[in-house]
């Protein structure tokens, strides 16, 4: 019996206390923070969500390659040139002693005249308006006009170009947006490179056409093409397609780290980019424009006829020699000035005009402070089997 009594007791006690929780408890009202969150910014980001507003996105869609491609745009150019091809004509009648002699106004060869226009790239690099372009781009143009992405056409001034280099040097007139020089000795592989230009033709009156790729390879050295030597070129699968020759190769700090130059196809009947681009390094480019702007007078198309390139232990093995320091000649142009001299396939050149030469790059600095003219003399101490000799080359103009 005391058993039953203490279960109704406590069941009593249970049902009270429940009762009193009901009461007196709010259990149905909000519970109250120390400190309320503000949510309003909540509140505007879907208000302007639903008006449509892109600020949001446009922060988005912002990276360093648009930041870039913002920074550089302004003083990318399209290079539009023309110049006069002549060749000759002649009569159906040339060897008819007869015709030659008596109607010669009639039958005589006649010079025909033919204007070709050309386009190409290339980029401002100075407020004052020295442009820079290939110098294949600019090429025997008679007239050269250069257009900005606004529309505005400026006729160009050549201030000089190097074949060899195969860089040009123009001059606006008026104060320009320009891009500035990055290190091309501190490329990464891999980092983003971006190429702008005028591929085609379509940056006429309209924003310069923008690709994106990596930089895939450095130092990359080809054999010489028409005259031009190219050194220690940047390899990129940016695509670089016809008339992009001359436009800037720009890295994601909006630097100009190249030049687009010149492209590698599958087909040789092909035209269009296959990821295999090259561009001159715009340390290059800085030297070159350096000697451009302050050439003295006389016919600059010189003619050398060697080619050099680094030497390697292997290199340096084969051919006997002790170190690695110099450059050997890796090929000889026919009937060339370095031929006439007695250079010869393999020679190490040690020195030219008294300058130690320790690299390719030594070679190219000595060339260009020497600001070389047809007719003048250079020397050569070139090693060759163990001896050492000192040859001299009459520069010549370059044939064609």
């Not at 302004?74 to 060897?95: C, E, G, H, K, L």
């Not at 050549?158 to 860089?167: A, M, P, Q």
């Not at 001159?280 to 016919?299: Q, W």
């Not at 020699?321 to 000035?337: E, I, K, M």
Request: glycine share 10%; proline share 5%.
């Amino acid at each position: 019996m005391s058993k039953i009594w203490k279960f109704l007791v406590v069941l009593g006690i249970g049902v009270f206390s429940g009762v009193l929780l009901v009461e007196y408890l709010p259990l149905n009202q909000p519970v109250k923070h120390e400190h309320p969150v503000d949510t309003s910014f909540v509140g505007n980001a879907l208000a302007e969500n639903a008006s449509g507003n892109p600020r949001d996105l446009t922060s988005h869609r912002q990276n360093a390659i648009t930041r870039a491609v913002k920074i550089v745009s302004p003083a990318v150019v399209s290079v539009n040139v023309t110049q006069i091809n002549r060749y000759v004509q002649r009569s159906p009648f040339y060897d008819d002693p007869f015709f030659r002699q008596f109607f010669p106004e009639l039958f005589g060869d006649r010079v025909i005249e033919q204007k070709v226009k050309s386009i190409g790239s290339g980029f401002i690099i100075s407020e004052d308006g020295y442009v820079v372009t290939n110098e294949h781009v600019v090429g025997d143009g008679t007239k050269i006009i250069v257009a900005k992405s606004n529309g505005k056409e400026y006729p160009a001034k050549l201030v000089d170009k190097d074949r060899v280099s195969d860089i040009a040097l123009l001059k606006i007139e008026g104060k320009f947006p320009y891009i500035r020089f990055g290190d091309s000795d501190s490329i990464l592989i891999g980092e983003w490179a971006i190429a702008l230009g005028n591929p085609f033709g379509l940056f006429i009156k309209n924003q310069p056409t923008v690709t994106v790729g990596v930089i895939s390879a450095v130092n990359r050295d080809f054999s010489p093409m028409e005259g031009r030597i190219y050194e220690d070129m940047i390899q990129t699968d940016a695509a670089i397609n016809q008339g992009n020759s001359g436009g800037p190769l720009c890295n994601a700090d909006g630097e100009v780290i190249g030049m687009n130059t010149f492209i590698f196809t599958a087909d040789p009947q092909s035209h269009g980019s296959v990821g295999i681009g090259f561009a001159i390094p715009s340390n290059r480019i800085k030297r070159v424009v350096e000697k451009l702007k302050n050439r003295r007078g006389g016919d600059k198309n010189v003619w050398i006829g060697m080619y050099v390139s680094n030497l390697d232990p292997y290199i340096a093995r084969s051919l006997g020699y002790p170190s690695v320091n110099g450059v050997y000649v890796r090929r000889l142009d026919r009937h060339s000035p370095a031929e006439k001299a007695g250079v010869k396939l393999g020679d190490v050149i040690m020195e030219i005009n008294g300058q130690p030469i320790g690299s390719y790059s030594d070679a190219e600095a000595v060339i260009l402070s020497l600001d070389l003219r047809v007719g003048d003399k250079i020397q050569v101490k070139v090693w060759r089997g163990g001896k050492t000799k000192i040859l001299t080359i009459v520069l010549e103009k370059y044939p064609g």
